[in-house]
DNA sequence: TCAATATATACGACTAATCGTATAAATCCT
DNA sequence: AGGATTTATACGATTAGTCGTATATATTGA
């Protein structure tokens, strides 16, 4: 999943909360932070630091991947 | 790549923008930041802001990705 | 419906990130 | 070696993220 803002992250963040029965509460103490950051991150307000981004998505067994950007969907070299 | 810190985000920053023959200078005009903040952040220094880090990706053409946890080397479960 | 639980919002305090600017230190090139 | 360019460091100012705590609002379940 590419992420491109600080909401597209917050719904990747609740979307593996979710699917891992999990709630915000028990997620920020796995990742020993308040239960009202999961809830500002999740619905996109402001911009986490890195650190915190990390240990959620750690606390959610998730990874961040850097990868070249994708090109555009069809190609027009190829006609 | 997978990012687990700082350090190793502020490797790939160089390491895409060395590859693209580009200097801390012109990256930061392109990511509209300063030059002693692509220094600081290629160096480790710190943790930054996940807008400041688009920023910079954008202008390296690349991408943050999210994805799963990789499992062990070899799974015990398989023996 | 009502209580319990979960999530969102508030607010002041504190910390950390970023800025502008300048310069020191390192690297490159001839 | 020496000048030019590039990168690292400095420092005070400003902005923004996070905290602790508390509470309001929403959602769930019996």
Known sequence: MIIRNSKE??????KARLSKKLRQTELA???SMRQAL???LENG???ATLDTILKILA????????VPRKKAEFDPTEY
């Open 9 to 14: 992250l917050g719904a990747v963040i609740r």
């Open 29 to 31: 103490r796995k990742a």
């Open 38 to 40: 999961i809830s500002d």
């Open 45 to 47: 307000t402001g911009s």
């Open 59 to 66: 606390a959610l067994d998730l990874d961040i991947s850097i």
